[in-house]
C-alpha cells in the first residue's frame, strides 16, 4: 500500500520518512519499502493554530495535505507530528483517506509491552491536552503529565530548539532531569510525544523507557502497508 505523510515540522517529518525507507527492508526484504509520498505545508501555519488553539484551522491545514495525497494515489495517512493530532476529530470524518492515529499506535505498544504508568513528554500544547490520556486509558494504563514549569520549558527547547534542526547538550540534560522525577513518581515508561525529541533521547540515554511517537507510527504505517 502507498503510504501519505502529511509533514508538519520538518525534523519529525524527516525521521518518519527515513525510518519507514530504511527499516523498511526488515518487513518488505533488501533495499525494499513501500510506494511513499509527503506533502508539507509551512510549519508557520501550525505554529500559530497551536499559539491561538485553533483547531479548526488546523484541521483545514491537514485536510490540504490529505486531498493532495489522496489524488497522487496514496491508500492511508499519517501524521508525524503530535500536538496537531489535537484536530483529528475534526478531521477524520472530512478526510478522504484513512489515518493512522499516533496516540493510538502508541497506547498500543505500550499496552503490548507491559507497562502500566506512562510519563508524558511533549510540546505544552499536547501536554495539557486529554490526547495521550485518553488513548492510555482506553488501554487501561496511567499516564502523569510533567509539572508545570517543565512544561514550559521543554516547549521552549521544541520550538526554539528541536524543530530548528538545533540539539543541545542543555536540552538532553533537562529532558533526562524530566524523565528520572517521572520515574521517581511511578513511571515505568515515558512517552516521546513530540515527534522531535527522539532527536536527543532514546532508550541509550534515558533514564525510562522509551515510547518513541516518531519510530513508533512509521512501524505501524509499515505494518499497515504490508497488510494489502
Known sequence: MHIGIAGV?????ALCYRTICVEGAQFFGPYAHPEVSM?????????????TDDWPAAAELL????????????????????????AFPLVEPRSPLPWLHIARVVADEAHQRGFRRIGILGTRSLVVSELYPEALAARGLECLRPTGEERDRIDRFIFDELVRSVCSPAATEYHQQVIARLKS?????????????????????????????????????LRKAMSS
Open 9 to 13: 515540522s520538518a525534523e519529525g517529518a
Open 39 to 51: 506533502h508539507t505545508l509551512s510549519f508557520a501555519g501550525f505554529k500559530r493554530c497551536v499559539d
Open 63 to 86: 485536510l490540504t495535505s490529505a486531498n493532495k495525497l489522496a489524488l497522487i494515489g496514496a491508500d492511508f495517512l499519517i501524521c508525524p507530528a503530535n500536538t496537531p493530532h489535537r
Open 185 to 221: 513518581e511511578g513511571c515505568d515508561a515515558v512517552v516521546l510525544g513530540c515527534t522531535e525529541i527522539p532527536l536527543i533521547i532514546s532508550d541509550a540515554n534515558s533514564p525510562l523507557p522509551t515510547l518513541d511517537s516518531t519510530r513508533l507510527l512509521a512501524h505501524a504505517a
